[in-house]
């Protein structure tokens, strides 16, 4: 297996895809000697693809709850009875407030988040606004996670600044009926695709530990980098009591990593980032960052906590890399 590890690094690092073939092979690594030696590989195509530097972002929940959708994992889904906050559209004072915070701290990115099907009406209209005032007053990349959106909205939120657009799919097409059946598999890919025609970069990735198989996993990582995208998102289930989900079997530390450096030698240009769950890997995905992921959502994320800005600096420089300068 060693033997194959190596053959697999140096087939990406010369610029070739990894097959479908080559990947299930990776998948079926069980000796932990292995695995280590899976997650060196991946971490040497992402310092030869992407460098030292991390890339840091933060989200703010800015509308919560009553979502219409019945995607099994989610604590603001109205078809489940959790303890989730419930409230409208945040005041783009208090919007502008947290992206200063998070810009003085060294973050690289913003993005404002809204539950529902997808932002419409008044509240994509106050969206545009609060987007237009942050372009002006701070300095740091704006993203966007407002749901199903049409060409003509995502067009709109571009030319207010936002450079990327988030849409995670969160599983492999064939796995996708079993945590969604409100909207399809095809309306997420129309968004993305909708997004890249409005010029901006997409963010988009997805859930592991959802009851999926290590295939699921390779089919959505292997959609991604068909869809070409540079930002993936890697969340780890955190079940949330009253959800289908709730009793969730939990994931090995060696199946996130494992995980972790596939996603890494299937795209090995783009940004791998933790995202929701990093409280139930071990001190917050530190040796994520040894496996191929640059990337991580930093501070509080929608409903799970998550780990402090001040807290990922430390260990972005104690594991020896940079977090990503603005400007």
Do not use: W
Not at 145 to 157: C, M, V
Not at 195 to 204: H, I, P, S
Request: hydrophobic letters at 35%.
């Amino acid at each position: 297996m060693k033997e194959f590890i190596r053959s697999i690094e140096e087939k990406v690092i010369e610029g070739l895809a990894v097959s479908f073939e080559d990947t299930m092979k990776l998948a079926g690594i069980e000796e932990k000697e292995d695995i280590v030696l899976l997650c060196i590989s991946a971490n040497k195509v992402r310092e030869f693809f992407c460098g030292k530097e991390v890339d840091l972002c933060t989200i703010m929940n800015a509308k919560s709850g009553r979502c219409t959708e019945d995607c099994k994992f989610c604590a603001q889904s109205a078809h489940y009875k959790t303890n989730v906050e419930v409230y409208g559209l945040v005041s783009k004072d208090d919007a502008l407030k947290l992206a200063r915070e998070n810009q003085n701290e060294g973050v690289n990115r913003f993005s404002l988040v809204t539950s529902g099907r997808g932002t419409t009406g008044n509240d994509f209209e106050k969206i545009l606004d609060m987007y237009e005032e942050l372009n002006k007053e701070v300095k740091i990349d704006l993203c966007a996670s407002l749901g199903i959106l049409r060409y003509e909205q995502l067009l709109k939120l571009k030319q207010t600044g936002i450079t990327m657009y988030h849409h995670n799919l969160e599983t492999s097409r064939e796995y996708y009926e079993n945590i969604c059946t409100t909207h399809s598999y095809d309306e997420r890919i129309d968004t993305i695709n909708a997004a890249k025609r409005a010029g901006m970069l997409v963010c988009c990735g997805g859930i592991i530990g959802l009851g999926e198989s290590f295939e699921d996993r390779i089919k959505l990582a292997l959609t991604l980098r068909d869809l070409g995208i540079k930002s993936i998102p890697i969340n780890v289930l955190n079940p949330i009591v009253g959800t289908p989900l709730e009793n969730a079997e939990s994931l090995s530390q060696e199946e996130i990593l494992k995980t972790i450096a596939i996603f890494r030698l299937v795209n090995p240009k783009a940004l791998i980032r933790l995202a929701g769950g990093r409280n139930l890997i071990e001190k917050f995905g530190e040796k994520c960052f040894n496996a191929g992921a640059n990337a991580t959502i930093t501070g509080n994320y929608l409903t799970t906590s998550g780990n402090k800005i001040c807290d990922d600096k430390k260990m972005v420089r104690e594991l020896k890399l940079e977090v990503r300068k603005n400007g």
